[in-house]
């Protein structure tokens, strides 16, 4: 071999030797930055903060707190022989029950295990201080009720998928549950993430804040007051309702029984209940406000318009008709104060039937009210051609007919603000995380079903319910006229109305002259007092005066306090019927 040759040789040598060099030095590289086959690239959701619901001045019902999600690979630490050592350790620092921990363990067919979640900054950072390997979190949120059993109705709660599941946490989860982020990251060895090398950074999106037209104030005192009529008179539980009548506003509804929002999985169906609007009942004398109203509106009757009373025993179309107080003549406005059943069916009977089912439609019955809240109910209006000759009587004095609380209460704002039906409204706005308004509360007329002249005399006469001789006199409020009605409702039993079980109600609205604030209240079965005026009318009351009070309006002190109790023959507002359920 010459040299040149030799040089050929040499020079082909070197570079296949340097090209063997930089093929192994890559990939030595390679293996050096790129994962290990244990810890593959993953794909991370990244979860949203659900938005927050507050009161209409901004209190916090519901929010979403950081916490943190502990996995294991269990194969690992079995291969390291370490389980019963993390159980000890886990068991010591977070309190984790050490056989659910050996269990979670035991699957070592797995790479990944759920051991704890719901953690917070400092549990995790305790964990971190142990140094055990093959352990890592995952972000999360926990959903937190920091006023607990507060409005729990109406806010309701997340499951434990995160999904709003009752209330305004299920009607709005499409704004309060947020976008969730992306990120693709690749891990070490140890599952750590490597975070130059993160392939993919999507940031998640919180949920809108929804701002609701609870006052949390009024809230209180509602539920205050409830809570105390329902223990002394050892009720099965009770709703209540405070709306602005000017512009539908809800600014306070509780329901009893209830239910800690922090521990829902701990409640019963029947404590979740929403009775203010997923329950159907017979109104009693509440509903004669309803019916005379029609008349009055028609022309049939005139407030001094008088009726015989028959002495509280009515036979009509061969059905007996009592009233609970015998009663000769009375006027319309003696009709609504003393709360006589006589009277209400032949004013219901003069207006007839398809005159009563049209008003009947027009106050909103039979149809939902557009409040927005899940859960709710109807009620039952049946056609008028499915009534018999007795019904439209019946529903003169709220039998025959099924309603809900909220109807009631829209009914009796159609009546303080001169006619004019509101929508009821629970949400007044809904605003994302850049401050962007999604939706915005706007008062929304429905119907104009009475004249306003004609609301002003039913407010007029209503008063007269809370005077001396009414049914309501315990709903009085010094210095401050309240229109108002009383009812006692007979429940239906297996073989028909059982007069042992009543539902006790009062509604008001206040100031009378000029009204703020519509009122209702109704206790479930009290015993052994059942009537409306002497159970609800003084919950009523206390509602009123601090909801008045809270507003800032000063009682006139021309108003003489009635402060000696009901004599035993006061009126009362209960209804008797001997008729089968229809």
């Given at each position: 071999?010459?040299?040149?040759?030799?040089?050929v040789?040499?020079?082909?040598?070197?570079?296949?030797?340097?090209?063997?060099?930089?093929?192994?030095?890559?990939?030595?590289?390679?293996?050096h930055?790129?994962?290990?086959?244990?810890?593959?690239?993953?794909?991370?959701?990244?979860?949203?903060?659900r938005?927050?619901?507050?009161?209409?001045?901004?209190?916090?019902l519901?929010m979403?707190?950081?916490?943190?999600?502990?996995?294991?690979?269990?194969?690992?630490?079995?291969?390291?022989?370490?389980?019963?050592?993390?159980a000890?350790?886990?068991?010591?620092?977070?309190?984790?029950?050490?056989?659910?921990?050996?269990?979670?363990?035991?699957?070592?067919?797995?790479?990944q295990?759920?051991?704890?979640?719901?953690?917070?900054?400092?549990?995790?950072?305790?964990?971190?201080?142990?140094?055990?390997?093959?352990?890592?979190?995952?972000?999360?949120?926990?959903?937190?009720?920091?006023?607990?059993?507060?409005?729990?109705?109406?806010?309701?709660?997340?499951n434990?998928e995160?999904?709003?599941?009752?209330?305004?946490e299920?009607?709005?989860d499409?704004?309060?549950?947020?976008?969730?982020?992306?990120?693709?990251?690749?891990?070490?060895?140890r599952?750590?993430?490597?975070?130059?090398?993160?392939?993919?950074?999507?940031?998640?999106?919180?949920?809108?804040?929804?701002?609701?037209?609870?006052?949390?104030?009024?809230?209180?005192?509602?539920?205050?007051?409830?809570d105390?009529?329902?223990?002394?008179?050892?009720?099965?539980?009770?709703?209540?309702?405070?709306?602005?009548?000017?512009?539908?506003?809800?600014?306070?509804?509780?329901?009893?029984?209830?239910?800690?929002l922090?521990?829902?999985?701990?409640?019963?169906e029947?404590?979740?209940?929403?009775?203010?609007?997923?329950?159907?009942?017979?109104?009693?004398?509440?509903?004669?406000?309803?019916?005379?109203?029609?008349?009055l509106?028609?022309?049939?009757?005139?407030?001094?318009?008088?009726?015989?009373?028959?002495n509280?025993l009515?036979?009509?179309?061969?059905?007996?008709?009592?009233d609970?107080?015998?009663?000769g003549?009375?006027?319309?406005?003696?009709?609504?104060?003393?709360?006589?059943?006589?009277?209400?069916?032949?004013?219901?009977?003069?207006?007839?039937?398809?005159?009563?089912?049209?008003?009947?439609?027009?106050?909103?019955?039979?149809?939902?009210?557009?409040v927005?809240?899940?859960?709710?109910?109807?009620?039952?209006?049946?056609?008028?051609?499915?009534?018999?000759?007795?019904?439209a009587t019946?529903?003169?004095?709220?039998?025959?007919?099924?309603?809900?609380?909220?109807?009631?209460?829209?009914?009796?704002?159609?009546?303080?603000?001169?006619?004019?039906?509101?929508?009821?409204?629970?949400?007044?706005?809904?605003?994302?995380?850049?401050?962007?308004?999604?939706?915005?509360?706007?008062?929304?007329?429905?119907?104009?079903p009475?004249?306003?002249?004609?609301?002003?005399?039913?407010?007029?006469?209503?008063?007269?319910v809370?005077?001396?001789?009414?049914?309501?006199?315990?709903?009085?409020?010094?210095?401050?006229?309240?229109?108002?009605?009383?009812?006692?409702?007979?429940?239906?039993?297996?073989?028909?109305?059982?007069?042992r079980?009543?539902?006790?109600?009062?509604?008001?609205?206040?100031p009378?002259?000029?009204?703020?604030?519509?009122?209702?209240?109704?206790?479930?079965?009290?015993?052994?007092?059942?009537?409306?005026?002497?159970?609800?009318?003084?919950?009523f009351?206390?509602?009123?005066?601090?909801?008045?009070?809270?507003?800032?309006?000063?009682?006139?002190?021309?108003t003489?306090?009635?402060?000696?109790?009901?004599?035993?023959?006061?009126?009362?507002?209960?209804?008797?019927?001997?008729?089968?359920?229809?």
């Amino acid at each position: 071999m010459n040299e040149r040759s030799a040089k050929v040789v040499l020079g082909l040598t070197g570079a296949i030797v340097g090209t063997a060099f930089a093929a192994l030095g890559a990939r030595l590289t390679a293996l050096h930055l790129s994962p290990l086959p244990s810890s593959p690239e993953l794909r991370v959701v990244v979860p949203a903060e659900r938005g927050r619901i507050l009161d209409r001045h901004g209190v916090v019902l519901a929010m979403d707190v950081p916490a943190y999600r502990l996995n294991a690979d269990p194969k690992a630490i079995a291969e390291e022989g370490a389980a019963e050592a993390y159980a000890r350790v886990l068991q010591r620092i977070l309190g984790l029950d050490p056989d659910e921990v050996r269990r979670q363990l035991s699957r070592t067919d797995r790479r990944q295990v759920y051991l704890a979640h719901g953690l917070t900054r400092t549990q995790r950072d305790h964990v971190f201080a142990t140094k055990l390997r093959h352990l890592w979190f995952d972000e999360m949120y926990v959903r937190q009720y920091p006023l607990n059993e507060l409005a729990a109705h109406v806010v309701g709660f997340v499951n434990a998928e995160g999904v709003g599941s009752a209330g305004i946490e299920q009607s709005l989860d499409r704004f309060l549950r947020g976008t969730p982020g992306l990120r693709v990251i690749v891990q070490d060895g140890r599952r750590r993430e490597i975070r130059d090398s993160r392939r993919v950074d999507i940031q998640p999106e919180p949920g809108a804040t929804v701002t609701l037209t609870l006052d949390v104030n009024l809230q209180t005192f509602t539920e205050e007051a409830l809570d105390e009529a329902v223990r002394q008179h050892n009720a099965l539980g009770g709703w209540a309702i405070v709306m602005d009548v000017r512009t539908g506003e809800i600014l306070a509804m509780t329901s009893r029984p209830t239910f800690d929002l922090n521990r829902y999985s701990q409640s019963s169906e029947d404590q979740r209940l929403n009775r203010a609007v997923g329950y159907v009942y017979e109104p009693g004398s509440i509903f004669k406000v309803a019916t005379i109203a029609a008349a009055l509106n028609e022309g049939v009757v005139q407030p001094e318009t008088e009726f015989d009373c028959e002495n509280g025993l009515w036979v009509f179309r061969g059905r007996p008709m009592r009233d609970f107080h015998p009663y000769g003549r009375l006027t319309v406005r003696g009709i609504i104060q003393k709360s006589s059943n006589i009277g209400a069916a032949k004013i219901t009977d003069l207006l007839g039937e398809a005159r009563l089912e049209k008003y009947l439609t027009l106050y909103g019955f039979g149809r939902p009210t557009g409040v927005g809240l899940p859960g709710e109910e109807t009620g039952l209006l049946r056609p008028r051609s499915q009534w018999d000759n007795l019904t439209a009587t019946r529903i003169a004095f709220g039998h025959s007919i099924g309603v809900t609380a909220l109807q009631m209460v829209m009914l009796l704002g159609m009546i303080g603000h001169d006619g004019v039906l509101m929508r009821p409204a629970m949400v007044q706005r809904v605003t994302d995380a850049r401050g962007r308004v999604l939706m915005e509360f706007v008062p929304t007329e429905l119907a104009r079903p009475l004249r306003p002249e004609v609301a002003r005399r039913m407010r007029e006469m209503m008063v007269a319910v809370t005077e001396e001789g009414g049914t309501g006199r315990r709903a009085a409020i010094p210095g401050v006229p309240v229109a108002g009605k009383t009812g006692t409702a007979i429940k239906v039993g297996p073989s028909g109305y059982d007069s042992r079980r009543n539902i006790a109600s009062f509604m008001g609205l206040v100031p009378a002259d000029q009204p703020r604030f519509a009122v209702l209240v109704s206790v479930d079965e009290p015993q052994p007092e059942h009537t409306g005026g002497v159970v609800a009318a003084p919950v009523f009351r206390r509602i009123a005066e601090q909801a008045l009070r809270y507003a800032g309006v000063t009682p006139s002190p021309e108003t003489r306090p009635l402060e000696v109790p009901p004599p035993a023959s006061e009126p009362e507002d209960r209804g008797h019927v001997d008729w089968p359920v229809m």
